[in-house]
């Protein structure tokens, strides 16, 4: 028997409110491999032949997005890890993004798995992630809860790197919008030189630009939560039909991401992520927006997708 290079596929399936919710959750990373709700695309997918194009789908930790040089400081300490994006220099996407994480719970509708980081190059720290994805009326909630299990004080960030979909319709075509004001410029690396205004940018995603004009792999701030204090970004097709990213108050920042180079039916093409993070890119070395547990201390937060109709 042939094992997937994302490790067991975690099928899950929910019919209510007259919705048939259907999802693909693997193992490895505790990635999305698919979400549909009626039949309809929520996420971009893939074969589960392949490892995930783009980090699609997967779960990001301890750190979102990339460290500068895999150099950051742990209380006066130089810390030096290791290089996962050689290109550009970087350590990326943290450190279980190749890891099979462990089946906690599961039933026809949700699963929870859980992980171990524990201390090696450049990561002096011990920390338990549990991830649990959960098919809701439309759509999916995925939650997380992190435990510091070693002995000293740990900084940690969370984030995931979904790409969305509206059904089968052309992603060029699709609006995105995202209620921010600010957002990081990045050298060639991708990593932050500072923040800047969005107002009159071809960065502001407010008025709900068309995907197709845009080129992007900009993280952003100032998110402006909604009067529930949850943060949205929204494709929209033109017939009024949406998929929507949501995040709780924890998670103050969305990386969106539009290459053109993603694989679909052995074509290439655009394709637009919104990633949900506790932190923006290179957040080790600067503090910025990290958590930070005492020994024994737990965390959790969550994010989700939602189908709206038009």
Not at 192 to 213: C, F, H, K, N
């Given at each position: 028997m042939t094992s997937s290079p994302t490790g067991d596929q975690l099928h899950l399936r929910r019919e209510v409110d007259g919705r048939v919710v259907e999802a693909v959750v693997t193992s490895v990373a505790a990635g999305l491999r698919s979400l549909t709700v009626d039949g309809r695309a929520l996420t971009e997918t893939f074969p589960d032949t392949v490892v995930p194009p783009s980090a699609c789908g997967i779960t990001l930790f301890p750190w979102p997005n990339r460290v500068d040089g895999g150099r950051w400081s742990l209380d006066g300490e130089a810390q030096q890890l290791d290089i996962t994006e050689p290109s550009r220099g970087n350590a990326s996407h943290g450190l279980l993004r190749y890891t099979s994480y462990r089946l906690v719970e599961r039933d026809e509708h949700a699963v929870t798995q859980a992980a171990t980081v524990y201390p090696q190059h450049g990561w002096p720290l011990q920390l338990d992630l549990t991830v649990r994805h959960e098919l809701v009326a439309d759509g999916l909630r995925v939650s997380y809860e992190v435990e510091n299990v070693g002995a000293r004080p740990a900084p940690f960030a969370v984030g995931a790197h979904p790409f969305l979909r509206v059904g089968d319709v052309d992603v060029a075509d699709l609006t995105v919008s995202l209620d921010a004001a600010t957002r990081f410029a990045v050298d060639?690396?991708?990593?932050?030189?500072?923040?800047?205004?969005?107002?009159?940018?071809?960065?502001?995603?407010?008025?709900?630009?068309?995907?197709?004009?845009l080129d992007l792999d900009t993280p952003y701030r100032d998110v402006a939560p909604g009067d529930d204090g949850v943060r949205r970004t929204r494709l929209t097709a033109p017939d009024g039909t949406a998929t929507e990213l949501w995040q709780d108050a924890s998670f103050g920042y969305v990386q969106v991401f539009t290459p053109r180079n993603f694989p679909r039916d052995g074509v290439l093409g655009l394709a637009v992520a919104a990633e949900p993070m506790t932190a923006p890119p290179n957040a080790l070395a600067t503090g910025e927006g990290l958590l930070r547990l005492e020994p024994g201390e737990r965390w959790s937060g969550s994010w989700g997708m939602r189908h709206v109709a038009g």
């Open positions: 060639e690396r991708g990593v932050p030189t500072g923040t800047e205004p969005v107002e009159g940018t071809a960065y502001d995603l407010r008025g709900a630009p068309v995907v197709g004009d």
